[in-house]
Nanobody
Framework: QVQLVESGGGLVQAGDSLRLSCAASGGFSNYAMGWFRRAPGRKREFVAAITANGGSTNYRDSVKGRFTISRDNAKNTVALQMNSLRPEDTAVYYC?????????????????WGQGTQVTVSS
C-alpha cells in the first residue's frame, strides 16, 4: 500500500514563495508523480507532473514559469516549488502517484493520493 504525505502549505502574501513536499512509501521510482489542487467550490485540477525518472515535466498553463516540480527517487520525495504566488493559487494541494511512468494530467491516471495541504495566498 502506497502512502503519500504532503507538507509545506501555509498562509502567504501575493508574490511570496512556498515549497510543498510529498513523502512516498512503496514503488515510488517506477511511476510518474503529480500535484493537483482543489479550490473552494471548484473541481480538483491538475497542476504539475513529472515522469518516473524525472526527465520530463508537465504544467497547467497558469503556473508555467512560476511553479517547478522535482523529485528525488533516492529519498522517495517529490516537491513543488511555487514562486510568485497569486490569490487564485489558493487551494488544497494534493500529491498523487500515477499508474504510469508518463506525466498525465487526468485524475483517473493516478492511483494514490495524499491527504492534502492547504495553501492560502492573501492579496
Amino acid at each position: 500500500q502506497v502512502q503519500l504525505v504532503e507538507s509545506g502549505g501555509g498562509l502567504v502574501q501575493a508574490g511570496d514563495s512556498l515549497r510543498l513536499s510529498c513523502a512516498a512509501s512503496g514503488g515510488f521510482s517506477n511511476y510518474a508523480m503529480g500535484w493537483f489542487r482543489r479550490a473552494p467550490g471548484r473541481k480538483r485540477e491538475f497542476v504539475a507532473a513529472i515522469t518516473a525518472n524525472g526527465g520530463s515535466t508537465n504544467y497547467r498553463d497558469s503556473v508555467k514559469g512560476r511553479f517547478t516540480i522535482s523529485r528525488d527517487n533516492a529519498k522517495n520525495t517529490v516537491a513543488l516549488q511555487m514562486n510568485s504566488l497569486r490569490p487564485e493559487d489558493t487551494a488544497v494541494y494534493y500529491c498523487a502517484q500515477s499508474k504510469f511512468g508518463t506525466p498525465l494530467i487526468t485524475t483517473s491516471s493516478y492511483d494514490y493520493w495524499g491527504q492534502g495541504t492547504q495553501v492560502t495566498v492573501s492579496s
